[in-house]
């Protein structure tokens, strides 16, 4: 068995990973970190997870005996801990958005503050399963992607890839209130958000340099990104709807066409006509549906569970990955449906 | 007209009597205070208000000046602020939990502290208005009923006062997540609320011993209640499905007759088969609908927006009273419907 | 008095129409139509109405003795109606699809049928009543827009009319469900669309050449539109998130002085940094913010209540323009904001 | 391997139990039937299914060549197919409400017809898996329980079993719109029920008379119920919140203590402060929780996903006990959470 930890287990994304790894038949799940909550039942916290999880939370943990870390700890706090825990030399899977832009200056531009820990920023392999799985099989530190960049990128990568777009893209993304973290803030307030949808960080968010660099890797030139997320009154789920123009004539059959074979063995990947949220929900599958309009305009949908696929899923994706293992083991279930 | 003022306006019932005293055609809203957010635009906090309320909030007010004052303030804070605005001889509308329950040693045993303001609260008349009209019209001082009182007793109170009803009432509330207020709770955070059905204070909430001390006031004798409020995934809107036993044979005509004369002349109570809680939103109707089940069993059902008969509108509507004016000016229009 | 019937009573916008006009000071409802309802009393279908609308439905009328019909009727029955009516000398404000496309060819391509009333089709202002006040004041048919024209176009008629808009614009909708009417569908069914946000008719929907000629006129050539609705888990309530390209450098703040200029003397339109689409639910106002992002690229937010200003608040606003009345008369009232 | 049939797949029980059924280890789903989607992919009807389940659905079934044929058809359907069904020689495990009445005059009261396979009917067990245990592994028909009886006796049993109550049983339960079916109908309609909690067939129930042939079982005398249901705005889960009289004194802990021993190794259900209905969503889990109320009163409060162990779920664990598997295979997993 593969032991594993997690640093940062009382949030949604620690419960969620929490709940994917009790169940996986080759990960063995040997401590869980929470800095408050230390020697407190993880059911308590997590009532789901009674008759599951029989661990108290642990103060702190190195790396040492382990295999696998997942740090699941806010941005700013991972690039804290990850060095030592490399350095023991247990594998990182870090879930937040400490390793993702592989400019510093980038970083800390978007963030606020200078990034310390350039050696690990370096080897961090950004860890978009379907797009990147070789590198990932060879790393040892993974920056785990964050649910908006995952949702769109999914949906835009092929016509990224085959550098089928002109000028920028537009995306509107919808996310379900689970994205904001286990804190009770104004935005996630039920009175505020439970009857309404709500934008934020309109062409602020700090996922946008994120998606631009992805995008922009994938068509070997810059992409140019417009980002708006909006609450809606959802707990789980993701939709982005993507609004960019060809640079050449396609009909959507060919784009059909072009994304499956794209997303050929890509067991988490569906093609659809539009997707539909709620089959998504519980499991790591993306859904992703395109239109063209006028020849030239593509509106592409994407949707996703924003704490399995867009989180805690696509790390134990990863981490499979990287152990040599099936990718969808311990994740090969279907959304909920209704 | 009327010179009222509103203190605590920054939560959502002070934003709600704000909304209804902007358009009443006989009350002036001269001020509006908020400790925290003296010298800003009140509709900087209710930007609903734009365009209606062109007030800054005030630090505090003295009464003086004023003919009546609404105290919008939390239980503690009321009966502090209430005797000098008393003694400035305006009228005062306590919208608080601090002036409801008749006995201060009821009070302290379900409040936690000493009743300070013991003379007022002799003077203070319970403002459930179908109930007590006549004494409101007299009154200078309101205890206005909390949201789930009002929503209880006005289902039952056309039992209790026939001394109908044998042994205990068991409600079964519903309430919309506004009535939590408007601070950032965890039971009010969207993820723990938003798709699921809560009991919260199951047989300790606040309100219990305001509803048995009105339905015992009515029959004449203690009533026996068991209280169990939850939250459910809507913002505003209350429902309470109540249960008891009839202590003789009465059939459902009987009852509903029963019902309409009792509510004869009350324009805000309505009999209906079964309440819609869409059909009172925004208005200060309440829908009162019951079942008999096995010749004994009743089932009252009563439905209200829980800001406005349940708060705001209520005390509004005994501000009418008190100054003499027909029960339902200002708050004359019907509940949105969809 | 002005005597207005209603055609077509049964649904959510005629219930909305009548909930409105109810209350209305100069407006006296007369009558309101169902074919399949007549003989029943109103208020048995709108149960909010009861205590407000003392009505049976009619089966039809002719136009006879009113001064004004509102046709809150399906596309294709509303001009089969609307000859006869205009003929009697009522006023006509018909709430359907079928004379907002001046172009009859227009119009057959998106609604499949010809048109059959080419006649009222010539004379039919459109009555966006921001933009086209002078015209509905003469006019004695309007053709009433559609919800999603109303929202986007109140937040894109500044932008266009200064001739700033590069290339496309892309449309992104959210709407609530009852915007779908009162019969039950699967797409409003509630375990397909309570829990998710739902795309429709990408790139297909019947307002895309309504907004796309208002637009046009607007600049002075035609406009290119991309729009996507999508259904949110909400009852009422409608947020456009609308993405463009400037064709030349302004600043945010330079718009946001463009905004209020544009909609100085406009009651019903508020200039917001995000608008909040429960601040305008129950009310007939439309809040408008935006975002520029790198120079060039605008993210205009803009929320209405679709059943109000989004469809019968508008239809009374433009009734009370029709007759000299302020347009704000009978929707003086805020939102309720939570 | 098992081999296992679906009759009547196209409703959400259809497919939720397709959905457990594919990833279940020991049973090998073979057959799918719907006669209107005949001949059509399962996982064009039940999106989420795709890549999981690779039949078409058949237009009927015989019974020969299975080892189990679960019925997910309406009642009245049920008990015209059975009978064939359960001559084949296959086990019948029946989710309709044809054979949880052993009484036939009963079943005729409150389904309106007769019975009319009175000796499946005799031959049939209740599916309470946490009561019949033995039973159940000893049948060859099972009439799989309500979603209602599940979650409301779960929460009562232990009580009955001692005899503990005296009176009446007064059940308040609320329920997802799921449990609605995948028809379309005026109440799951989202504009009538999305913003609203509603009670529908108060007091006349077909679970009514279910629920109180099992607890009176349990007692040994006949059981009193008051049963009314509601609506919430919920996609997936189910509350009953449960009022009753002891006829001694016992603590809460007393209580609490004879739950845990009631249910001590019954790996579904779990005593708890207060259920957390999205504790169990997705999951075959049922929380049970209670409070006492001046001594003799108490609530029970119970929660389950409704289309889990409410409906799939359970029968899945029923086929597991008739077949000598541990009652958990192809079920052992979490709810969600959040």
Redesign the interface.
């Given at each position: 068995m593969i032991k594993a930890a997690v640093v940062g287990g009382s949030g949604?994304i620690g419960?969620?990973l929490t709940?994917l790894l009790?169940?996986h038949p080759r990960i063995s799940l040997e401590a869980i970190t929470s800095r408050q909550l230390a020697g407190q039942q993880v059911a308590d916290t997590?009532?789901?997870?009674?008759?599951?999880v029989d661990l108290e939370f642990s103060g702190s943990i190195t790396g040492e005996g382990m295999d696998v870390v997942f740090l699941a700890t806010p941005h700013g706090a991972s690039m804290k801990l990850a060095p030592e825990i490399a350095r023991s030399g247990a594998k990182v899977i870090d879930l937040s958005g400490d390793y993702r832009l592989k400019d510093p200056s980038t970083y800390k531009k978007w963030y606020g503050h200078e990034h310390t820990d350039p050696v690990n920023l370096g080897k961090a392999v950004y860890g978009m399963n379907e797009l990147y799985q070789d590198d990932i099989a060879e790393a040892d530190f993974i920056a785990n992607p964050g649910c908006y960049p995952t949702c769109s990128t999914l949906g835009l990568a092929p016509l990224f890839s085959d550098r089928l777009v002109e000028?920028?893209v537009?995306i509107?993304a919808?996310s379900?209130?689970?994205g904001?973290g286990?804190?009770?803030?104004?935005a996630?307030?039920?009175?505020?958000?439970?009857?309404?949808?709500?934008?934020?960080k309109?062409?602020s968010h700090r996922h946008t340099p994120e998606i631009a660099q992805t995008l922009g890797l994938l068509q070997g030139d810059p992409a140019?990104v417009?980002f708006?997320p909006?609450l809606?009154?959802?707990?789980?789920?993701m939709?982005c709807?993507m609004?960019l123009?060809l640079n050449s004539d396609i009909t959507k059959q060919e784009l059909l066409d072009m994304y499956a074979e794209f997303f050929r063995r890509k067991?988490f990947v569906?093609i659809?006509d539009?997707?539909?949220?709620?089959?998504?929900?519980?499991?790591n599958?993306c859904?992703v549906g395109l239109?063209?309009?006028?020849r030239r305009?593509v509106?592409v949908?994407s949707a996703i569970d924003n704490?399995v696929k867009g989180g805690a899923g696509q790390a134990v994706q990863n981490c499979n990955t990287m152990f040599g293992l099936p990718e969808e083991m311990g994740l090969?279930?279907?959304?909920?449906?209704?």
């Open positions: 949604y419960g969620e709940r009790s169940r997590h009532p789901f997870l009674r008759g599951y000028g920028w537009f509107d919808k379900g209130t689970s904001g286990v804190e009770p803030t104004k996630t307030h039920h009175p505020r958000c439970g009857a309404s949808v709500n934008p934020y309109v062409g140019e417009v708006t909006h809606i009154p959802v707990v789980r789920g939709l709807t609004y123009k067991r569906r659809t539009v997707p539909w949220m709620q089959a998504v929900i519980g499991s599958h859904e239109e063209v309009v006028d305009n509106v949908m704490l090969d279930f279907p959304g909920l449906g209704v």
